[in-house]
């Protein structure tokens, strides 16, 4: 009567195992995974961890800020849902592991969502946009727009006012295509902060900007130097003596570190010579200011073929000394 025994048993461990089942208690998503089947535990915990993370952020601002915040959110979750719940996901994708890579940036962009820096409160503003291709054969990929800037929350003041609008009109006119007879383009804008200080805050935007079909992106950094004693950006004027050749002396001293830094790393850079460079270290939106000096920016395709990417080079203060102001708008380090 072996089989009989083996039977009983059998049927004992199917009862033990429906019964288990029964008592486990499967995960119930809350938010825009809820069409997902239950069971997923891991698309249930990151989606927890986005809705702390939004409550840790909120707790930080303002009530203006908490309702910008909240509203911000919203729109990202019916972005979100165009982006994972349609019939095609970026990268082709699942729909479960595009939520959980989106679940996981967002995560990432709440923590950092709101700064307290400098004396003051700075909250990320955001903007999301997915619309349907009109090339045809791209028709079952969204053209994406991500685009972010800081704000001050609780603004006091001309000057701090100023700065909130002059953070979203940057972050809005990073967001409009190189070629607008092109609409099929992704563009994702964001930044960090670099510094605020009493007469002077420093913000560093990037623009990585994808026309549908083409080779490669296009990448871009535009920093903003804003200062709030006069309440406006810094113009070359508040640095450089504009009797002295300071165009031609940044640009050779920028050169020199190019060239060095070109046959350090083997790269070809593209000007013969220092002329090459004028207009471009002329420009405000590519200095960020160092303790160490002044840092200039060159894009892929500034100064180098695309291949050899984004290059930065500072110019120390002692060598720039010749061509500053004698009162510049605010106070340099020692030089």
Not at 52 to 76: E, P
Not at 129 to 157: F, K, N, S, Y
Request: some cysteine.
């Amino acid at each position: 009567m072996r089989w009989v025994a083996a039977l009983l048993m059998l049927a004992g461990l199917g009862l033990a195992s429906r019964a288990q089942a029964a008592s486990w208690d499967c995960p119930k998503p809350v938010g825009i995974a809820e069409p997902i089947a239950c069971g997923d535990a891991d698309l249930t915990v990151v989606e927890a961890q986005v809705a702390t993370a939004l409550s840790t952020a909120s707790a930080k601002l303002s009530g203006l800020g908490q309702a910008r915040l909240r509203a911000d959110h919203a729109a990202w979750r019916k972005y979100l849902a165009t982006l994972c719940l349609g019939d095609r996901q970026p990268g082709g994708s699942g729909v479960v592991d595009c939520l959980k890579q989106e679940y996981d940036v967002r995560r990432a962009e709440l923590a950092r969502a709101v700064e307290v820096t400098g004396g003051v409160t700075l909250l990320r503003n955001e903007r999301f946009d997915a619309r349907p291709a009109r090339i045809a054969e791209e028709a079952a990929r969204p053209v994406l727009t991500e685009i972010a800037w800081p704000q001050l929350d609780r603004a006091t003041g001309t000057a701090q006012r100023r700065w909130n609008e002059a953070m979203e009109k940057c972050a809005e006119q990073l967001a409009i295509p190189l070629d607008r007879q092109d609409p099929d383009t992704d563009i994702s804008v964001d930044y960090r902060i670099d510094m605020v200080g009493t007469a002077l805050i420093q913000a560093v935007f990037s623009r990585d900007l994808y026309i549908h079909g083409a080779a490669h992106g296009d990448d871009m950094t535009v920093s903003s130097l804003f200062l709030l004693q006069p309440a406006r950006p810094l113009v070359a004027g508040d640095l450089f003596d504009p009797a002295r050749a300071w165009q031609q002396g940044l640009a050779e001293l920028a050169y020199l570190a190019l060239r060095d830094a070109a046959r350090q790393e083997s790269w070809r850079l593209w000007p013969g010579d220092a002329a090459g460079l004028v207009d471009l270290v002329a420009e405000p939106t590519r200095w960020l200011l160092t303790r160490d000096g002044l840092a200039l920016h060159f894009d892929p395709y500034d100064v180098g073929d695309y291949a050899a990417g984004m290059h930065d080079v500072t110019i120390p203060w002692p060598a720039l000394g010749t061509y500053l102001q004698a009162n510049p708008a605010l106070k340099l380090p020692p030089r």
